[in-house]
């Protein structure tokens, strides 16, 4: 649990991106220094990297984000900062991803927790006897 000025949350998201191309760019010293930049852009933001394994062509980090952000906000950064920061010092990719774009338009992100769907909705039936205060997606309808 990771705590706010007010609040108290536990947010963490399984994030997916792809090279340009599908290049098998990300080896060696691009590697090294990728992970580098991916630490110290997360710890700047108040992310944790929780896992990750980078491929010669993708990328797959278990974050924990901040209340504060939005996934495509964290997204955006990343990949942003990541491809900027890897062109300015490798110029052999500079020459592959001409326009400034080393990642593929867009990513895969999937929420991650230790609690069901059924527990958080057992849990929240069960905090009032009054049935009538309960919201269901069956009941709106």
Same mark, same amino acid.
């Given at each position: 649990?990771?705590?706010?000025a007010?609040?108290q *949350? ?11 191309y599908?290049?098998? #760019? ?12 991916? $630490? +110290?852009? &997360?710890?700047?933001k108040?992310i944790t990297?929780?896992?990750?394994? #980078?491929?010669p062509?993708?990328?797959?980090l278990?974050? =924990?984000?901040?209340?504060?952000? =939005?996934? !495509? +906000?964290?997204?955006? *950064?990343?990949?942003?900062? !990541? !491809?900027? /920061?890897?062109?300015e ?5 500079? /020459? ?5 774009? $080393?990642?593929?338009?867009?990513y895969? &992100?999937? =929420?991650?927790g230790?609690?069901t769907?059924? $527990?958080?909705?057992? *849990?929240?039936?069960n905090?009032?006897?009054n049935v ?7 009941? $709106?309808?």
């Amino acid at each position: 649990m990771r705590r706010g000025a007010h609040t108290q *949350y536990d947010l963490e998201v399984h994030v997916v991106w792809i090279t340009k191309y599908r290049r098998k #760019i990300l080896r060696g010293k691009i590697v090294n220094r990728l992970k580098i930049l991916l $630490m +110290q852009g &997360c710890t700047a933001k108040g992310i944790t990297i929780v896992r990750g394994n #980078i491929q010669p062509e993708h990328v797959h980090l278990l974050l =924990s984000i901040p209340a504060s952000l =939005s996934v !495509s +906000q964290v997204m955006q *950064y990343i990949k942003g900062r !990541s !491809s900027k /920061k890897l062109q300015e010092e490798f110029p052999s990719l500079r /020459k592959q991803f001409w326009g400034q774009h $080393m990642w593929a338009t867009g990513y895969f &992100c999937r =929420s991650v927790g230790k609690v069901t769907q059924d $527990m958080i909705e057992e *849990y929240i039936e069960n905090q009032n006897d009054n049935v009538d205060d309960i919201f269901r997606q069956d009941s $709106m309808l």
